[in-house]
């Protein structure tokens, strides 16, 4: 049997950055993706809980903004929220608030 997950995906621009965001549903979490660049990348992982408890598993440069995007997401769906951040240094403090705008458009477009 072979099985597919599909993500919806969307991006957004900083300067001459490219930013990108894919999400996709489990049934029991939410994974989140976030790159810079044409090509998919994995980042600094962090898990968080419905109950906003969040840990990181593995990288620290892009922390903060992962327990924020996870925070959301899992808030959101009432799910643990696996959060990817892959930017370059320094993009993340430039790009919270537009990171933040680009899953909240996801979501909405996963909402229909």
């Known amino acids: 049997m072979l ?3 599909g993500f ?3 991006s957004v621009n900083l300067g001459n950055k490219k930013i990108w965001g894919a999400l996709t549903l489990l049934e029991n979490a ?3 993706l976030l790159w810079e660049g044409d090509d998919p990348k994995m980042g600094s992982l962090s898990i968080t809980l419905p109950d906003r408890t969040s840990s990181p598993i593995i990288g620290d440069r892009d922390q903060v903004l992962g327990k924020i995007v996870g925070d959301f997401l899992a808030l959101s769906y009432g799910k643990m929220a696996l959060t ?3 930017l370059s240094r320094g993009t993340g403090v430039d790009a919270g ?3 933040l705008e680009l ?3 996801i979501v909405n477009m996963r909402a229909g």
């Open 103 to 105: 899953i909240k458009k």
């Open 3 to 5: 099985m597919e997950i």
């Open 84 to 86: 990817s951040v892959n």
């Open 8 to 10: 919806s995906t969307d």
């Open 30 to 32: 939410v994974i989140c």
């Open 97 to 99: 608030s537009l990171v």
